[in-house]
């Protein structure tokens, strides 16, 4: 593995800790013999964010109670793993944490946009 590649996965352990993933190994998603250091629906909840801005440079978005609804998804995969009642996967977990990225981005945006109507402010 070369120089670069330790200091770039070094980064990503070190964003995971920064923002509060448990980085469980067996929740992590794993690539031939490597486990990343975050875990899957962190990593999901990243890519959705990044997802979301890219859209919304090009004015692409979704209806607000849909973020709502996506976040709900997301929630819920949780909730019902947290409680013992469905252990989710590594695919699910990823795929809801875009899901939940995704949208919270988008409500960002509304929240800002309703903050600028209230003070008359047009961008």
């Known amino acids: 593995m070369s120089k670069l590649w330790k200091r770039i996965l070094a980064t990503f352990n ?15 998603i794993k690539i031939k013999n490597y486990t990343f250091p975050i875990c899957a629906r962190c990593t ?9 801005l ?18 709900l998804i997301m929630g819920f995969d949780w909730f019902i793993q947290f409680i013992d ?5 590594n695919k699910r977990r990823l795929l809801t944490g875009i899901l939940g990225g995704y949208s919270v981005i ?6 800002i946009r309703y903050i600028l109507q209230l003070f008359n402010i047009h961008i």
Not at 44 to 52: D, E, K, P, R
């Open 44 to 52: 999901g909840v990243t890519i959705g964010q990044i997802i979301a």
């Open 106 to 111: 988008t409500i960002y945006y509304y929240i």
């Open 14 to 28: 070190t964003i995971g800790e920064f923002s509060g993933c448990h980085q469980i190994p067996n929740r992590c």
């Open 85 to 89: 009642i469905l252990e989710s996967n």
């Open 54 to 71: 890219i859209l919304l440079l090009f004015n692409i978005k979704i209806p607000f109670y849909m973020s709502i609804i996506f976040l």
